[in-house]
């Protein structure tokens, strides 16, 4: 199993510019997860799917924000226009049970808005 | 105040020595408990599980649960060079509710093993 696959690992971008970040989870599972992280906040959950379908997106920080997941194994999120402070480590996970037994992260896309 | 809370540290210690990692939480809700641990520039991989109050043992490790006064640990015996990283509590509520499907993690620790 190659675990989540996240593309692209690095993302540096112009203030303004459309960000697409995707993700590819464990095949057979059906929760995906969206974090962000950053040394000040820490991990911050962004939106959950189950079964492709948006369970909680109370994290989405703005309308500039938004994630799809047109089938199981393919999500993306996508930030527009890009600022400065959108600058994080994105991180993509799946699981099978939702969050009882943990779940598996994906390496992350590094993004850089300048 | 935030739902879970962990000491970022930074915590740095001899080869050899007992680590201790915690986290208080406020939640009721909370049923299931993990350790993660991150190494630089990577995702952040499950190291423990827990479900009840009590002690798990696995290897060099040992994670405990007291619900009672919402508290978690992480023990590391015998500490290594290898095991310098972030390590991250995270918390789930039980089946049912409508916070299950997702974890809610502790800000981390960043631990350091000197040799």
């Known amino acids: 199993d190659a675990g989540v696959i996240q593309s692209p690992r690095h993302e540096v971008t112009e203030m303004g510019q459309e960000v697409t970040l995707r993700c590819k989870p464990i095949?057979?599972?059906?929760?995906l997860f969206w974090y962000r992280q950053t040394m000040m906040r820490g991990l911050e959950l962004l939106i959950y799917?189950?079964?492709?379908?948006?369970?909680?997106d109370s994290g989405m920080p703005e309308d500039r924000f938004s994630a799809k997941m047109p089938n199981a194994s393919f999500s993306t999120l996508k930030i527009q226009p890009s600022e400065p402070r959108d600058s994080a480590v994105y991180f993509c996970?799946?699981?099978?049970?939702?969050?009882?037994?943990?779940?598996?992260f994906g390496s992350g896309t590094r993004l850089t808005v300048v | 105040q935030k739902e879970v809370e962990q000491d970022p540290g930074p915590l740095s210690v001899p080869e050899g020595a007992i680590v201790s990692l915690n986290c208080t939480y406020s939640?009721?809700?909370?049923?299931?408990f993990m350790w993660y641990r991150q190494y630089s520039r990577k995702g952040p991989e499950l190291l423990m599980y827990?479900?009840?109050?009590g002690n798990k043992e696995d290897g060099r490790f040992t994670a405990q649960v007291d619900k009672s006064s919402k508290y978690i640990s992480l023990f590391i015996r015998d500490s290594q060079p290898s095991d310098s990283a972030t390590y991250l509590c995270?918390?789930?509520?039980?089946?049912?509710?409508?916070?299950?499907?997702?974890?809610?993690f502790g800000q981390g620790t960043i631990l350091t093993v000197h040799p």
């Open positions: 095949s057979g599972h059906d929760y």
């Open positions: 995270a918390m789930s509520a039980k089946a049912g509710g409508t916070s299950y499907g997702k974890l809610t």
């Open positions: 996970a799946s699981s099978l049970t939702g969050g009882a037994f943990g779940y598996t």
């Open positions: 799917f189950n079964n492709n379908v948006p369970i909680d």
């Open positions: 827990t479900y009840s109050s």
């Open positions: 939640n009721s809700a909370f049923q299931y």
